[in-house]
């Protein structure tokens, strides 16, 4: 595939992602979270096996970025999972004199 078809799907999948995000009800949210966390682990998982192979350095390389990465997502993740299902706690008021 040349550079042009390859950026364009990469552009679609970008439009897509976007919108599919976007609709999704706030009672969705915390559910579509975890199931990015569990997909960017697997991510994690494949970018082991690159950054592990022998004799590339570029894909040892762009497997650190691709680790690096999608650490920060799946920890960025957790945090605004957590804080998604903070707004749905009684929150304590004080006892009434």
């Known amino acids: 595939m040349d550079f042009v078809s390859v950026l ?3 552009m679609l999948a970008c439009c897509v992602g976007y919108y599919v995000v976007w609709s ?5 949210h915390t559910p579509l979270m975890s199931v990015t966390n569990a997909i960017s682990s697997v991510i994690i998982v494949g970018a082991l096996i690159a950054s592990a192979a022998e004799g590339s350095t570029t894909s040892k390389w762009l497997g650190l970025a691709a680790v690096v990465l999608a650490s920060v997502n799946i920890f960025g993740g957790f945090a605004v999972t957590e804080r998604m299902l903070a ?3 009684k929150k304590d008021r004080p006892a009434a004199k």
């Open 8 to 10: 364009s799907i990469f």
């Open 87 to 89: 707004m749905y706690k």
């Open 24 to 28: 999704v009800t706030p009672a969705l």
